[in-house]
């Protein structure tokens, strides 16, 4: 087991160290200052112990003038070198790491939205982002600190057993066993910085959620409520926080104890060593002066221990989540057949959760060009039939063929540019309003931008936008209203000329003289395509070829809808003669 364990940590670190290797020219030269910085460390003690014993032994004023005017250029060089050397620390650990931030951000847009439903935004924010910046501090200070130190030490050590062999021993034992017992219990707080992660990824995804959801939380007086679970999240953190710190500081407590032992047995044994005349007096500041030294290593060891703590937390967290792997897989077809594509689904079954069927041995056959309108209660299932479709979620059994392929065996690009889909929800992103229509596709034109636009009665609302089509719009969508967003989804979906189109009520919003026009546009832009109309209102479905009913999960009805249409104890004809739309609804 111990084995297996190490061989798990050793696995973690090589795949966090793969981030080093794009700026490992970047790190060369962050280990050559670091040498220089730590061997100018180690000079100027020598200066002031030649100063002290030239001034003791009444040596000439020019002597020590230089003496003194060395000590300064070592000063101010070492200074610059260890600004540099912050700096490019800093700078390969955040190359290093936005790699991985991009890495993760890439992973989770792919992954399913099985996944997705469990986590809050909040949450995934605090995984892409914050857990990356524990790794980024340790990465831009472990490459410094921990590699000076023990080129540090090494000098100091190294220098010392030229000086005094029972003094450079006591310092040597002292290092070891700091060193060791840091090694030792390096991993104590690494769980607890874990829990200390994942509390805070809470915290993170409630004040998301509930800012995002902020009109239902001011209108139903909910704010008492999300302060009190507020307060409970934060209690946690801070909880969780403070158990993780008290544990992440014990090595450097101990670090801090053992150094002041170490530091009244050296300067014991120097003065010892200066009264029986063995060493002079710039040898035991020398010795005092090293043995200072050696205690900013040591803490910066401990200081990167608790660090490292923290980012193997962060990283555990962040390789399990690059690691998670999506239930969607790409299939190997790059390409559908060109023209209008035909739909088939062939006992198709589909559950969100394994416990409760949403949609039950489903079959229907829908040919290039036709439109089908669905029709069904709420719950009965419409909306989940186009997510499957174009899968955002996995299937339980049965196949869907689009353009006669099997959408599991397509890639999913190729099924996303020919499948288009107008859902009930609009989302805006930070951009102009152009690249809002065109999701950011610069190869649309403007030309075409205002011709769809104008067939289906958006242009009037651009024109009246301060800047047209430049129009910077906000994240959220709160400057459109419904309908005026639901013609806005419209024209984002027509716009990529698609060749299987679902459209998910698309005019639930709208006030009647407003749907008339839009059926007629939409009538025209869906010539060329094929048609998946979900609707609550009969009126939309007038040009639809075939109809579907659905009522919990199955299918009750399909057919050619004039045919329905004329059968008189068809579901269909009964809501057409009793024109209850709300038996729909
Ligand atoms: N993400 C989800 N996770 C679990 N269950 C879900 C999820 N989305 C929908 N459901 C459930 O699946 C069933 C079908 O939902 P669906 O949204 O497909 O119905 P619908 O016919 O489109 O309804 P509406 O007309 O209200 O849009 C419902 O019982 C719903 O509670």
Same mark, same amino acid.
């Given at each position: 087991m111990p084995k297996?364990k190490?061989?798990?940590?050793?696995?973690?670190?090589?795949w966090?160290f793969q981030?080093l290797?794009?700026v490992k020219?970047?790190?060369?030269?962050?280990l050559?200052?670091?040498?220089?910085s730590?061997?100018?460390?180690?000079?100027?003690?020598?200066i002031?112990?030649r100063?002290?014993?030239?001034?003791?032994a009444?040596?000439?004023?020019?002597?020590?003038?230089?003496?003194a005017?060395?000590?300064?250029i070592?000063?101010?060089l070492?200074?610059?070198i260890?600004?540099?050397?912050?700096y490019?620390?800093?700078?390969?650990?955040w190359?290093a790491?936005?790699?991985l931030r991009?890495?993760?951000?890439?992973?989770c847009?792919?992954l399913?939205?099985r996944?997705?439903?469990?986590?809050?935004?909040?949450e995934m924010i605090?995984?892409?982002d914050?857990?990356?910046t524990?790794?980024?501090?340790?990465?831009?200070?472990?490459?410094v600190q921990?590699?000076?130190?023990f080129?540090l030490?090494?000098g100091?050590?190294g220098?010392?057993?030229?000086v005094?062999?029972?003094?450079?021993?006591v310092?040597?034992?002292f290092t070891?066993?700091?060193?060791l017992?840091?090694v030792f219990?390096?991993?104590?707080?690494?769980?607890?910085?874990k829990?200390e992660?994942?509390?805070?990824?809470?915290?993170?995804?409630l004040i998301?959620e509930?800012?995002?959801?902020?009109?239902d939380?001011?209108a139903n007086?909910?704010?008492?409520?999300?302060?009190?679970?507020?307060h409970?999240?934060m209690?946690a953190?801070?909880?969780?926080?403070?158990?993780a710190?008290m544990?992440?500081?014990?090595?450097?407590?101990?670090?801090v104890i053992?150094?002041?032992?170490a530091?009244?047995?050296?300067?014991?044994?120097?003065?010892?060593?200066?009264?029986?005349g063995?060493?002079?007096l710039?040898?035991?500041?020398?010795?005092?002066?090293?043995?200072?030294?050696?205690?900013?290593?040591?803490e910066m060891?401990?200081?990167?221990?608790q660090?490292?703590q923290?980012a193997?937390? #962060? /990283?555990?967290?962040?390789r399990?989540? &690059? @690691?998670?792997? %999506?239930?969607?897989?790409?299939?190997e077809?790059?390409?559908l057949p060109?023209?209008?594509?035909g739909?088939?689904?062939?006992k198709?079954?589909?559950?969100?959760?394994q416990?409760k069927?949403?949609?039950r041995?489903?079959?229907f056959?829908?040919k290039?060009?036709?439109?089908?309108g669905?029709?069904?209660r709420?719950?009965?299932?419409?909306?989940?039939?186009s997510?499957?479709?174009?899968?955002l979620?996995?299937i339980?059994?049965g196949?869907i063929?689009?353009?006669?392929i099997?959408?599991?065996s397509?890639?999913?690009?190729a099924l996303?540019?020919r499948? #288009? /889909?107008?859902?009930?929800?609009?989302? &805006? @992103?930070?951009? %102009?309003?152009r690249?809002n229509l065109?999701?950011?596709d610069?190869s649309?034109s403007?030309?075409?931008?205002l011709k769809?636009t104008?067939?289906?009665g958006l242009?009037?609302?651009?024109?009246a936008?301060p800047?047209?089509l430049?129009?910077?719009?906000t994240?959220?969508?709160?400057s459109l209203?419904?309908?005026?967003?639901q013609?806005?989804?419209?024209?984002?979906?027509?716009?990529?000329?698609?060749?299987?189109?679902?459209?998910?009520?698309?005019?639930?919003?709208l006030?009647?003289a407003t749907?008339?026009?839009?059926?007629?546009?939409?009538?025209?832009l869906?010539?060329e395509c094929?048609?998946?109309?979900?609707?609550?209102?009969?009126?939309?479905?007038?040009k639809?070829?075939?109809?579907l009913?659905?009522?919990?999960?199955?299918?009750?009805e399909?057919g050619?809808?004039?045919?329905l249409?004329l059968?008189?104890?068809?579901?269909?004809?009964?809501?057409l003669?009793?024109?209850?739309?709300?038996?729909?609804?």
């Open positions: 297996a190490t061989k798990e940590k050793q696995i973690s670190m090589t966090l981030y290797r794009p020219g970047r790190l060369a030269i962050l050559i200052m670091l040498l220089v730590t061997g100018l460390q180690l000079i100027s003690p020598q002031i112990k100063f002290i014993d030239t001034a003791a009444g040596g000439v004023l020019t002597t020590l003038i230089q003496l005017g060395l000590f300064l070592v000063a101010v070492n200074q610059v260890t600004v540099a050397v912050s490019l620390g800093n700078d390969v650990s190359r790491t936005n790699r991009g890495d993760l951000l890439k992973h847009l792919r399913d939205m996944f997705h439903n469990m986590k809050t935004p909040g605090e995984r892409v914050g857990d990356v524990s790794i980024s501090n340790f990465f831009s200070m472990f490459i921990v590699i000076g130190s080129v030490l090494a100091i050590l220098f010392m057993f030229t005094n062999l029972p003094i450079a021993i310092m040597t034992v070891l066993v700091s060193i017992f840091m219990i390096r991993d104590l707080g690494v769980a607890p910085s829990d992660r994942e509390a805070s990824a809470s915290l993170f995804g998301e509930r800012i995002a959801g902020i009109e939380v001011q007086g909910n704010v008492p409520y999300v302060m009190n679970r507020f409970q999240l209690r953190v801070f909880l969780k926080g403070r158990k710190w544990i992440r500081v014990i090595p450097w407590n101990t670090t053992l150094f002041a032992l530091v009244t047995a050296v300067l014991l044994l120097g003065v010892h060593y200066y009264l029986i063995q060493i002079s710039g040898t035991l500041f020398l010795i005092y002066q090293y043995t200072q030294m050696l205690n900013d290593p040591i060891l401990g200081d990167q221990v660090e490292f923290k193997k937390s #962060g /990283m555990l967290r962040s399990e989540l &690059l @690691f998670h792997q %999506s239930s969607i897989v790409d299939g077809q790059e390409q060109k023209g209008a594509l739909l088939e689904f062939d198709v079954s589909f559950s969100y959760n416990d069927p949403v949609l041995n489903i079959n056959t829908v290039p060009g036709e439109r089908l669905i029709i069904g709420t719950g009965s299932g419409k909306s989940s039939l997510r499957i479709l174009l899968r979620y996995n339980d059994s196949v063929r689009v353009g006669g099997d959408i599991t397509l890639k999913l690009p996303y540019r499948v #288009g /889909m107008v859902t009930q929800d609009v989302q &805006l @992103f930070d951009g %102009s309003l690249d065109t999701l950011f610069a649309v403007d030309d075409s931008i769809t104008e067939q289906l242009r009037k609302w651009i024109d936008q800047s047209g430049d129009t910077h719009l994240a959220g969508g709160s209203s419904a309908g005026e967003a013609l806005f989804a419209l024209t984002r979906v027509f716009l990529t000329k698609p060749s299987l189109v679902i459209l998910d009520e698309p005019s639930s919003r006030d009647a749907e008339t026009m839009l059926q007629i546009a939409v009538d025209q869906m010539e094929t048609g998946i109309i979900i609707a609550h209102r009969l009126a939309t479905l007038e639809a070829d075939k109809i009913v659905l009522s919990d999960g199955e299918i009750i399909f050619v809808r004039e045919e249409a059968r008189p104890n068809s579901h269909y004809a009964r809501l003669a009793t024109g209850t739309e709300e038996e729909l609804a």
